[in-house]
Structures are given as C-alpha cells and as structure tokens.
C-alpha cells in the first residue's frame, strides 16, 4: 500500500500570499491517479485537482498541481479568504486508494 | 447533476454491525463508475473504506476488509456498506463518492454530504 505523506501540517499565511502544499509517496504514483482534495469544517472534501495538475471543473486558476513520481505540489497562488481549509492528496493504485494525513492552510 | 445521500442510524452499538446506503439522483449507478465509501474520524483524516461497480465487483481497503461488505442495489439505484464487529474507532462521518475516470484519471468527484455514526452503548 503506497503511503503519502503531507507537509507541512499546517501552514499560516495571509490573504493575497502563495502557498505551496507537498504531498511525497512511499512509491512512485501515477500521474494519472493522483488528485487533490479541499475540504472546509463541516463540508465534504470537494475536487480541485486530478492527473496531478489538471484542475476539475469551476476551480479557479489560482489553484494548480505540479510533480511526477514520488513527489508533487498543489500551488494557491494568491490566497483568497475562501480558501483557508484543509486540503488532501489522494493516490489510486493496485485497487486501493490512500489519502495523504492533510496540510491546513490557516489564515496567520 | 449527479448527487448522492447518505442514510442510515447514527448509533451503533459496539460489537454490532453498521449500515448505511447512498442513494444516487440525476444519473444510473450502472453508469461506468465506480462508487465509493470514505470515512472520517472527528478531527482526523480522509480513509477510504472500499468502493463496487454496478456489477457487483469490489475492492475494499486491507485494514477494513475482514469486517466490511458493500452491495449494489441497481433497481433502486443505491449502493450499501456494512461493516461488522465496530467499536469506538469506528465512529466517524461516512461519506460516499462516486469515481470519476475520464481518458484514464481517476479521482473522486463528486460526494455525498455525509452522515455521522457514533458507536456507543
């Protein structure tokens, strides 16, 4: 079972700032089954990113997935309130899906 | 748009059997997906539990897979979980998804709002 490891835990930034989450496999991924989750209190996790850098439906550009391997990226570019929450990788492989333990972006 | 509802009771006794069904609206569960339940412990992480094509065939996480069993019901157009012999760690919010696999991505896109289980005497 490939384990993804999130980091940092937790991350404190200001609206307008950039964040950068990591999101490291225990194995190489698959670019094409690695996808990216936000999820807000109280709120099912909702859809940013699949293929690793391909962004779902009606998520804004400010959002974006980079990495290949054992190692990828989401960016916010330029934080918006809307965006403090926590956020979650997600791998698919030998017909078993793992999530990553989850980055929160919490405003500073 | 296709959307999922999660149900069933929010009280499990410890060493009994939870149940919980998702009902898919705007779309067929025989449509080519996979469906999928997660689960989330209060103040913890996403851990998939196991997820069926309307076929019938599944695919259930290794930790879970002694205790869990989900079903397909195509007539009524919803999928089920059980999972057996719970205790207090199986207290969390279930979530059920459907897979979405488009020119060879897979991901989960879109969830039901989730339904809350405690397991308690």
Known sequence: EIVLTQSPGTLSLSPGERATLSCRAS??????YLAWYQQKPGQAPRLL????????????????????????????????PEDFAVYYCQ?????VWTFGQGTKVEIK | QVQLQ???????K????LSLTCAVSGGSISSSNWWSWVRQPPGKGLEWI???????STNYNPS??????????????QFSLKLSSVTAADTAVYYCAREGASRGYYYMDVWGKGTTVT???
């Open chain 1, 49 to 80: 990113i699949y293929g690793a850098s391909s962004r779902a439906t009606g998520i804004p550009d400010r959002f974006s997935g980079s990495g290949s391997g054992t190692d990828f990226t989401l960016t916010i570019s330029r934080l918006e």
């Open chain 2, 50 to 56: 196991g997820e069926i094509y309307h076929s019938g």
């Open chain 2, 119 to 121: 397991v308690s005497s």
């Open chain 2, 14 to 17: 410890p060493s009994g059997t």
């Open chain 2, 6 to 12: 999660e149900s069933g009771p929010g009280l499990v």
């Open chain 2, 64 to 77: 879970l897979k002694s205790r869990v069993t989900i079903s397909v019901d195509k007539s009524k157009n």
């Open chain 1, 91 to 95: 791998q698919y492989g030998s017909s």
């Open chain 1, 27 to 32: 194995q190489s991924v698959s670019s094409s």
